[in-house]
């Protein structure tokens, strides 16, 4: 059983997929049904796993050989242990319930079936990520994500819109899956395997067997996080990912594929921990290491999407936003050499912001598509339900006691003060920043009065919507009970009581605590001077300048279509060039062209009339003569 | 009489037989046509089914009737773990290439005769173990290809497209000729039998200034029929005005001639001379993967577009080559068989595209996996697996040159890597996004998709084809090995072209190639 459940896990996602896309796709309540049951079954055996006795304690592995060549040996396998169970749990909940609200926001569409053979697709590339045993398995699916992501975003493809965000959200990720792939390739040949156990062993009889090349290895394999999980300066697919149906954002840009990302950092944490060395040509940047740049970027998210995120007008971009900055603060936790917390925050983050965007798709719903959150207002009296559980959802997100928020947010913060001032300081201020973008989005949508058109009655989704709102809710309510850290670290469950854990906060680093209340009471205070009650935003006209450049992303996406698109379109224009007039034109047309010049040079010869040959004969022999008589 | 024998002998003794019936019943030429290939594409599932994965770098299912004695010419045909992967792909791009014939609606029977003798050269090509024939085979089946795109092809420019192919391939099969005469000169004179040639030079190997001068022909030779930057301009051209089966067939399976011609003839037999020219060889591949690929962004239409993708995927099998490591060589034959698939996908698509809009200009498409919803996924998934996505058969065959690659030459792997992740998706994806995605014009809100099972049976089979091996890569790559490694090992035997990065000392550290040896 400790063998079968995985591999049913991993595999009933895509024996859904591939039933729906070959056999069921006329009846879309059964497609619908294979692809639900196939991870909520997913989910109870995951449940299963974590009750076996001893299934949780001892990592182990069951693998097949999938390719071997030349030394090369490339298992497909599954790694079971406490940090995938952890993510398996965390990928089946969070993505169980959203299928299940799929079939209700969902229910209107012609490509029904489609819709959910490419859920199912997804589920299953993630989980493979999940399971991965070694760099190449964990490749293929890292793809495999990237791609059914990609046809999720650009699932309503007649909307140019969303057409372009696919292509976009996939080829960003490329960019960063170059990287990987390119670390991948150099751990291998420093290290001769791409297995992550037995890479770590060999690390550890050798810490210097990566040599030179350790420093650039880790931050290699940091780009596939960087793409994955948005991280400047790949961060701005994600934005623009908003334009696939809602419960995908939910599933797939906020709770699940954006935190492979960290997932794959806490799993090869062991290569960013290794000694810091670079190689000659990079010396001036010794004595920077893998993980302080991973530290770095992780803030510098964290804060630049909180500032953008204040100034978003449509309510899942305020959302995508806000999720980037909370991933930043996952990959700081990571680069703090924490991946625990930052599991910890993976784990409760993909419950509230999955809360969060199923909120925000009742409200899409129930407002004919209206996203904008200026054309809302006053929704919490039409829709109660969705108001609470958005409530907690964002109380969590600003880490208010004793939601699951709270703990995992107050545990990156206390390693931050433990290691660096000056990142909690700013981590501080993506705190208050966060608790503003929030506060006002709940302001401005539920608070108020109604600023939509008259005739819109909005109203509740049916249960098979709310139902897992929530299942979230009381997911986000209790997560903080769970003690994630200590499972990830190997400890018997249990041993502190329920109560000091809980209080743990408290105890361990009271002053952290306090800040992190302080910032989120003075986030709130800042939404409720600025919004309550507001029309319209305040910001643009007190602060113009500042709300523009917020407005336009900071303009960085605008800086990037022009200059690196701009140039990679210059670059082929400039191939295209040389392929048509140099190689094709003036290389093989000139030899083609003096070959037929010769030829027609020749012709002129040849021109029928006996004159001319006696002519040309009468030359031959002039000059034959000339030349035999000199 | 050898299964290979059979296969080979089934296309020429069906044309015989057409040829002689009256061209007025259209139906029964492409009737036969597609029996016939089908026939052959069982016969060869089963002999890759049957081929002993033992011994696979030993010749199997061996034919040998002598035929010019004093030249040491003779009929020989067996396929070894290389080959046998390359004559089942073959098989089955013939038999979708078939199927893909209904689209030719003038003189039936002259075009389904060139058809059938234009299978009959490909794979002859690769099963057959003599020189001479190996070179004729493959005469056989270029010439119709210049036949079919000058008469049945398509577009403004099918002439000059059959007047340049003609003249180009013509070129390199002429400097071809020339390089394999040497090595037949080189060899005493006495056979033109591929496996005792590679015997001779495995024991007394020619000597190296010799090598040194006929490597380059060779290259140059095989180069040319296989689109080696910058002898490529051909291939796009020529795919754009051909008729879609002769462009299935050729850019599937035929052009894999001259590359399999590399692995086959001019690697074993002067690998000395090879040696100098693999660093070339692997810049010249980054000219396919980077620069055509380049130039594939830029196309206007998806035919083009389609055939700068093919250049550029030949990119990945030079590479390979270039390696000279058993994982590149190994993952440059998977390549082969996963983008002969891809290439008779794309094109049979695009040109049932083609039949249902008459233009296949990327602006003035649009929209059209609503209406046509099994042709448009059928052509994202091939653009998909064009930009190497896993699942499909390139993935596997990517991987393993860029993990073959990587130990010897860092820098163009890492240039190559960039070129297939990033300028691939491009390209690909703006296929897909200009033709399938955005608002449907108006002119095609009636298009006709593949509705039709039996016409649709060819594009499931090569998907099909491509995901089995794009997920299962092992039954492949274990027949592919061993004859890589024989390849791969006089390339290895003098001391390995400096790395940029030097490798560490410590056997641990070590790429486990060669720690294991």
């Not at chain 1, 897992?468 to 003690?483: E, H, I, N, Q, R």
């Not at chain 2, 044309?15 to 002689?20: I, R």
């Not at chain 2, 029964?28 to 049957?50: C, D, K, R």
Request: glycine share 10%; aromatic share 12%; charged share 10%.
């Amino acid at each position: 059983m400790q063998t079968l459940f995985p591999w049913l896990i991993l595999l009933l996602p895509l024996a859904a997929a591939a039933l729906i896309s070959l056999f069921t796709r006329p009846h879309r309540d059964l497609s619908a049904r294979l692809s639900i049951g196939a991870i909520v079954a997913g989910f109870w055996l995951t449940l299963l796993l974590f009750a076996l006795p001893g299934a949780a304690a001892q990592a182990y592995e069951t693998r097949i050989p999938w390719l071997a060549a030349g030394g090369l040996q490339i298992d497909f396998g599954l790694r079971i242990d406490r940090l995938s169970l952890l993510m398996a749990l965390v990928v089946t909940a969070v993505g169980g319930a959203i299928h299940i609200y799929s079939y209700e926001y969902m229910r209107g569409e012609r490509r029904f079936s489609t819709y959910f053979a490419c859920l199912s697709l997804f589920t299953f590339a993630m989980l493979g990520v999940v399971f991965a045993p070694n760099f190449v398995q964990m490749f293929f699916f890292w793809e495999l994500v990237g791609v059914s992501s990609y046809l999720l975003i650009g699932f309503w493809f007649e909307r140019p819109a969303a057409a372009d965000a696919g292509l976009k959200a996939f080829l960003v990720n490329r960019v960063g899956d170059l990287g990987f792939l390119l670390g991948i390739l150099l751990v291998w040949s420093r290290l001769g395997s791409v297995h992550f156990g037995e890479l770590e062993r060999r690390l550890a009889e050798n810490p210097a067997a990566l040599g030179a090349m350790a420093t650039v290895a880790g931050l290699l394999i940091f780009c596939g996080a960087l793409g994955k999980s948005a991280q400047f300066p790949l961060h701005i697919w994600l934005p623009d990912a908003m334009e696939g149906p809602t419960p995908v954002s939910a599933l797939i840009h906020a709770a699940t594929m954006v935190a492979a990302g960290v997932y794959m950092l806490a799993r090869v944490f062991f290569l960013l921990a290794a000694t810091p060395h670079w190689p000659a040509a990079l010396h001036f940047l010794e004595g920077l290491d893998a993980l302080e740049i991973i530290r770095i970027i992780g803030l510098f998210t964290a804060l630049m999407a909180g500032l953008i995120a204040l100034q978003q007008d449509d309510i899942k971009r305020v959302l995508a936003y806000s999720t980037l900055s909370q991933l930043g603060y996952m990959v700081m936790a990571i680069g703090l050499g924490q991946p625990g917390p930052a599991m910890f925050h993976l784990a409760t983050h993909a419950g509230f912001k999955a809360l969060l965007f199923l909120g925000a798709g009742a409200i899409i719903l129930a407002l004919h598509h209206e996203q904008d959150i200026w054309r809302m207002g006053g929704l919490r009296r039409a829709m109660p339900l969705t108001f609470w559980t958005f409530l907690i959802a964002t109380l969590a997100l600003c880490a208010v006691p004793p939601l699951g928020g709270f703990y995992s947010k107050e545990s990156i913060l206390a390693h931050a003060w433990h290691q660096d001032k000056l990142v909690f300081a700013l981590a501080w201020c993506g705190s208050v920043l966060t608790a503003l973008y929030m506060f006002r989005l709940v302001l401005v949508v539920f608070g108020g009065s109604p600023r939509r058109p008259r005739d819109a009655q909005p109203h509740e989704p049916s249960h098979i919507a709310t139902w897992p709102m929530l299942f979230l809710a009381g997911l986000t309510v209790l997560a903080g009970g769970a003690d994630v850290e200590g499972f990830l670290a190997g400890g018997a469950q249990g041993t502190a009581s329920l109560a000091s854990r809980l209080a743990g906060p408290l105890a361990h680093a009271p002053f952290v605590m306090l800040a992190g209340l302080a910032a989120t009471g003075l986030g709130f205070a800042m939404a409720w001077g600025l919004y309550r009650g507001a029309y319209r935003d305040p910001l643009p006209a007190r602060w113009s300048t500042l709300a523009s450049a917020l407005r336009q992303r900071l303009l960085l996406d605008a800086w990037y279509a022009r200059w690196i698109g701009g140039s990679f379109e210059a670059l082929a224009c400039l191939a295209s060039g040389v392929d048509r007039w140099i190689i094709a034109g003036a290389a093989v047309r000139g030899v083609h062209g003096s070959v037929e010049l010769t030829g027609r040079l020749l012709r002129l010869a040849q021109t029928g009339k006996v004159s001319t040959y006696a002519f040309a004969l009468g030359c031959g022999v002039a000059a034959l003569l000339y030349w035999l008589i000199r | 009489m050898s299964i290979l024998t059979v296969i080979l002998l089934l296309p020429l003794l069906a044309l015989a037989a057409l040829a002689a019936w009256p061209s007025r019943q259209r139906v029964m030429f492409q009737a036969v046509t597609i029996g016939i290939t089908f026939v052959e594409l069982v016969l060869a599932s089963l002999a890759a089914w049957q081929f002993d994965v033992s011994a696979a770098q030993s010749f199997q299912f061996v034919q040998k009737v002598p035929w010019i004695p004093s030249l040491g010419i003779s009929f020989h045909v067996g396929v070894d773990g290389l080959s046998v992967g390359l004559v089942w792909m073959a098989t089955l791009v013939s038999f979708a290439a078939a199927c893909a014939s209904w689209e030719i609606r003038e003189r039936v029977k002259t075009f389904h005769l060139l058809l059938l003798l234009m299978n009959a050269g490909v794979l002859g090509a690769f099963a057959s173990l003599d020189l001479f024939f190996f070179y004729i085979f493959h005469e056989l089946a270029l010439v119709p290809t210049f036949l079919m795109i000058g008469i049945w092809g398509r577009g403004g420019q099918r002439s000059y497209a059959a007047f340049k192919i003609t003249l180009y391939l013509g070129l390199g099969s002429m400097v071809l000729l020339l390089g394999l005469l040497a090595v037949f000169f080189l060899a005493g004179q006495t056979t033109f039998d591929m496996v005792e040639l590679a015997a001779q030079a495995r024991q007394s190997p020619f000597p190296v200034a010799r090598q040194q001068a006929v490597f380059p022909l060779l290259l140059l030779g095989f180069g040319i029929l296989a689109s080696l930057w910058p002898f490529h301009t051909w291939a796009p051209l020529a795919y754009g005005a051909a008729p879609t089966p002769t462009a299935m067939l050729h850019a599937g399976a035929l052009k894999k001639f001259g590359l399999y011609g590399l692995l086959r003839v001019a690697l074993p037999l002067v690998p000395d001379g090879a040696r100098d020219w693999m660093s070339v060889l692997a810049w010249l591949a980054l000219g396919n993967l980077l620069f055509c690929g380049l130039v594939a962004v830029r196309q206007k239409e998806l035919d083009r577009l389609i055939g700068y993708s093919s250049v550029a995927h030949m990119g990945f099998i030079f590479l390979g080559i270039a390696s000279g490591t058993a994982l590149g060589i190994t993952g440059a034959a998977v390549v082969m068989v996963a983008h002969g698939m891809l290439a008779a996908l794309s094109f049979g698509l695009s040109g049932h595209l083609y039949q249902q809009t008459r233009t296949l200009e990327l602006d003035r498409l649009g929209g059209l996996l609503r209406p046509m919803p099994f042709l448009g996924t059928a052509l994202v998934m091939a653009m998909l697996a064009a930009c190497g996505v896993p699942g499909f058969g390139n993935f596997p065959g990517e991987l393993l040159v860029f993990f073959g690659s990587w130990p010897p030459r860092p820098a163009a792997t890492a240039i190559a890597a960039a070129a297939a992740l990033v300028v691939g998706a491009v390209y690909a994806l703006r296929a897909v996004r200009k033709a399938l995605h955005g608002p449907l014009p108006d002119a095609w809100q009636a298009a006709d998709d593949l509705s039709n099972p039996w016409r649709r049976l060819p594009f499931v089979l090569l998907l099909a084809g491509l995901i089995g091996l794009g997920c299962f890569p092992g039954p492949l790559v274990d027949r592919i090995q061993p004859a890589a490694a024989a390849i791969a090992r006089p390339l290895e035997s003098a001391p390995a072209p400096a790395a940029l990065i030097p490798l560490p000392a410590a056997a641990l550290t070590r790429p486990p190639e060669e720690a294991s040896r």
